[in-house]
């Protein structure tokens, strides 16, 4: 078994490779790596989904993109009565009302101590952008906390 000057006592099998087929030490496995320009599959998904298609509709000649015609396709046949595509219509509009909008939704009104959280942050957000214009307004912060913030020359030299 000895090829290239390995010695006879190591044995290839499970979790074994042959001696010139593993790794070089301080080499890595994908030295060239991806090749630029190379796309991933949602780059070539949307360029595809964005193509133009001609498609006739009512007499006349339209052109949509690919991705207008599925989604064009797909509630048609939902409302010809197709299950499938039913069951694939409102799984999407479910998805789309349950909160992947722009813009989030409360479903409930905040509690009390929510609303509390909600008017010290308010208070905080206020009070940085009334510091930073306005040197002479005091910050909301507590008397400890803003005394914590300030060098103490004393507590320095501990």
Same mark, same amino acid.
């Given at each position: 078994?000895? *090829?290239?000057? %390995?010695?006879?006592? @190591?044995?290839? /099998? @499970?979790?074994?490779?042959?001696?010139?087929?593993?790794?070089?030490? $301080?080499? =890595? /496995?994908?030295?060239? $790596?991806?090749?630029?320009?190379?796309?991933?599959?949602?780059?070539?998904?949307?360029?595809?989904?964005?193509?133009?298609?001609?498609?006739?509709? *009512?007499?006349?000649?339209?052109?949509?993109?690919?991705?207008?015609?599925?989604?064009?396709?797909?509630?048609?046949?939902?409302?010809?009565?197709?299950?499938?595509?039913?069951?694939?219509?409102?799984? %999407?509009?479910?998805?789309?009302?349950?909160?992947? /909008?722009?813009?989030?939704?409360?479903?409930?009104?905040?509690?009390? !101590?929510?609303?509390?959280?909600?008017?010290?942050?308010?208070?905080? =957000?206020?009070? !940085?952008?009334?510091? &930073?214009?306005?040197?002479?307004?005091?910050? &909301?912060?507590?008397?400890? &906390?803003? &005394?914590?913030?300030?060098?103490?020359?004393?507590?320095?030299?501990?």
């Amino acid at each position: 078994m000895s *090829n290239d000057g %390995e010695s006879d006592s @190591y044995e290839v /099998g @499970y979790g074994k490779p042959p001696q010139h087929t593993k790794f070089v030490r $301080g080499q =890595i /496995g994908n030295p060239k $790596g991806r090749p630029k320009g190379s796309k991933n599959f949602k780059t070539l998904l949307l360029a595809e989904l964005m193509t133009i298609l001609p498609i006739v509709e *009512n007499g006349k000649r339209k052109r949509i993109t690919k991705q207008g015609a599925f989604i064009k396709q797909l509630v048609n046949k939902a409302a010809a009565g197709d299950p499938r595509a039913m069951v694939a219509l409102l799984n %999407e509009i479910h998805h789309l009302e349950a909160g992947s /909008g722009d813009v989030a939704r409360p479903s409930e009104p905040l509690s009390q !101590s929510d609303e509390m959280v909600m008017e010290g942050i308010l208070k905080r =957000i206020g009070a !940085s952008a009334g510091a &930073s214009t306005d040197p002479e307004q005091p910050s &909301s912060a507590t008397p400890d &906390s803003a &005394s914590d913030h300030q060098s103490n020359p004393e507590k320095d030299q501990c």
